[in-house]
């Protein structure tokens, strides 16, 4: 007799859509959970699946699209900026993939700048593309999943795509070079170097922070190199000072770390986008709700609907240093990472 459990090769799958599709690993866990419990119901009445697969995809892509239309509400109530849940994978590698052109496709279209992008679209419009874009389905699947006319799915993906490609992210298509200027970029960092860090960052760089109202991070984006570099460096020396300490990992397919404090616990985490050998943005989830799923979160940057009070760091004026803070003992960082950017 067939079970769900004969199902389970499918679950990636079914994951990497919902989660792409909402941006949240707890949602798209929740959808996924649905959509088996929906397929236990079929199984049960006896009903014949004859592509599993296809099957539990147009299950899980109409999940998200009816999750998305709830969530809409609570998407423009959300405080600061939005960021997705981070995706952590422990090296900084992409996923093992048929072939290194589909490993980088597969990695950026998991970053976060992608899934922001995402954001713009209407949530059929994002099924649409997704599964076209990303998954390579064929229109003829793309119309069984969605409900849609084949003709009405290549309009939504033409729409679609061009408003995608007008803001579309670009990564360094070498890996090897995106590594060596995330390495870079935590040694000048960490080591409280000016220099070297504006030789990384591009002219127009931003730091993007989603607290949530509840970390402590920047309402708004900061832009441009000299700015970014100062307030980058007043965050990691605060860190140093607290104890805080990261460790590299590949966030959303791109370079980035996990920051934790002294006991061990998620402070933030924050990612990289690099092209052209530069740091083309920095962002950071301070969110608490949105780190639960990498294990107990820290309490050291819970600041409720305020603002970010630190000052950079060098001060921009030598009679304005910034003020002192009293930390406690703790062992020496092993690799500084932006507590909350």
């Not at 397929?39 to 995809?57: E, H, N, Q």
């Not at 003829?140 to 939504?156: H, L, P, W, Y």
Request: hydrophobic residues 40%.
């Amino acid at each position: 007799m067939t079970t769900p459990a004969d199902y389970l090769e499918f679950r990636p799958l079914m994951f990497s859509i919902a989660y792409r599709m909402t941006g949240s690993i707890s949602d798209a866990e929740d959808i996924v959970q649905e959509a088996f419990l929906r397929l236990t119901g079929v199984l049960r009445d006896g009903d014949t699946i004859t592509s599993p697969k296809a099957y539990l995809a147009t299950v899980t892509t109409r999940l998200a699209i009816s999750h998305l239309r709830s969530a809409r509400v609570r998407r423009e109530a959300y405080v600061g900026s939005w960021l997705p849940e981070p995706l952590v994978a422990d090296e900084l590698a992409p996923a093992t993939a048929p072939d290194p052109a589909e490993r980088a496709e597969m990695s950026d279209s998991l970053s976060m700048a992608f899934l922001v992008l995402l954001e713009s679209l209407s949530p059929t419009e994002r099924a649409v593309f997704l599964l076209r874009e990303v998954f390579s389905y064929d229109y003829v699947e793309i119309a069984e999943i969605t409900g849609k006319s084949e003709v009405n799915c290549r309009q939504i993906f033409t729409r679609a795509r061009h408003h995608i490609d007008e803001g579309k992210p670009r990564f360094d298509a070498s890996r090897e070079q995106r590594d060596e200027v995330a390495r870079r970029f935590f040694d000048a960092v960490g080591g409280g170097d000016l220099n070297a860090l504006l030789e990384l960052l591009a002219p127009d760089v931003v730091i993007i922070g989603d607290g949530g109202g509840k970390g402590q991070a920047r309402r708004e984006p900061l832009y441009g190199a000299p700015g970014v570099a100062r307030f980058l460096l007043g965050l990691f020396r605060r860190a140093h000072k607290e104890g805080v300490y990261g460790a590299p990992a590949l966030v959303n397919g791109q370079p980035g770390a996990v920051a934790y404090d002294a006991e061990g616990r998620v402070v933030s985490v924050f990612t990289l986008d690099i092209a052209e050998g530069l740091v083309q943005a920095v962002r950071s989830v301070v969110n608490p709700d949105k780190l639960q799923h990498l294990g107990p979160t820290s309490d050291l940057y819970l600041r409720p609907d305020r603002d970010l009070p630190w000052r950079s760091w060098p001060p921009t004026s030598p009679r304005r240093p910034p003020p002192t803070r009293s930390s406690r003992a703790s062992p020496p960082p092993r690799t500084l990472a932006c507590a909350s950017c």
